[in-house]
């Protein structure tokens, strides 16, 4: 079963900062683009960031650009997400999710991991 | 960044019934339009790649189409086991977004 459970999730002040994990099973990890989603309450999904298969190339939203890093170690067949100086507006499920390169679709997912700021 | 809007935000209806979401994106897209379906407490799931395909083990009362600007997904048969958010996303840019979502109910 292709699975990807996240973990690291918590209870943070503002400013603070919290490292997330993505491990992946039943699948080969290398082979995918690796992503960050996150649903704040209440609101809609929003993509947060995204890792090449080699790690070669990233890419963010605008809002967490110089405070967020995507990372992943593909000989542990894990993700991360290396978050710094949060913020309230932080406060999110977040998801780790493949994305299908030819595709172009998110087409693995994990159930999430909570992330809360606040003061 | 391509903005997408969904229509309606939420709508109720009952087992059986068609039913239809909207999705209208801010600017031209080719065809990388996808639908996802996400139940409280689960991962989301997508349901629609590339404005048409149906991806593997999704029923097929599950369909979609458009081109452009608009593009809806469409239930053709509504089962209670629908009740979820569902949400279309473009892959058109490399910001990739998301719509704000459609909460269906099933009476």
């Known amino acids: 079963e292709m699975q990807l459970v996240e973990s690291g999730g918590g209870l943070v002040q503002p400013g603070e900062s919290l490292r997330l994990s993505c491990e992946a099973s039943?699948?080969?990890?290398?082979?995918?683009?690796m992503t960050w989603v996150r649903q704040a309450p209440g609101k809609g999904l929003e993509w947060v960031a995204k890792?090449?298969?080699?790690?070669?190339?990233?890419d963010y939203v605008e809002s967490v650009k110089g405070r967020f890093t995507i990372s992943r170690d593909n000989a542990k067949d894990s993700l991360y997400l290396h978050m710094n100086s949060l913020r309230v507006e932080d406060t999110a499920v977040y998801y780790c999710?493949?994305?299908?390169?030819?595709?172009?679709?998110?087409?693995?997912w994990g159930r999430g991991t909570l992330v809360t700021v606040s003061p | 960044d391509i903005q997408m809007t969904q229509s309606p935000s939420s709508l109720s209806a009952y087992v059986g019934d068609r039913v239809t979401i909207t999705c209208r994106a801010s600017?031209?897209?080719?065809?990388?339009l996808n639908w996802y379906q996400h139940k409280p407490g689960n991962a989301p799931r997508v349901l629609i790649y590339?404005?048409?395909r149906l991806q593997e083990g999704v029923p097929s009362r599950f369909t979609a189409s458009g081109s452009g600007t608009e593009f809806a997904l469409t239930i053709t048969s509504l089962k209670s086991e629908d009740s979820a958010s569902y949400f279309c996303?473009?892959?058109?840019?490399?910001?990739?977004?998301f719509g704000q979502g459609t909460k269906v109910e099933v009476k």
């Open positions: 600017q031209t897209i080719d065809t990388f």
């Open positions: 590339r404005t048409s």
């Open positions: 996303q473009q892959s058109d840019s490399t910001s990739l977004t």
């Open positions: 999710a493949t994305f299908h390169s030819y595709d172009r679709c998110f087409d693995i």
């Open positions: 039943g699948f080969t990890f290398s082979s995918y683009w």
């Open positions: 890792i090449k298969q080699d790690g070669s190339e990233k």
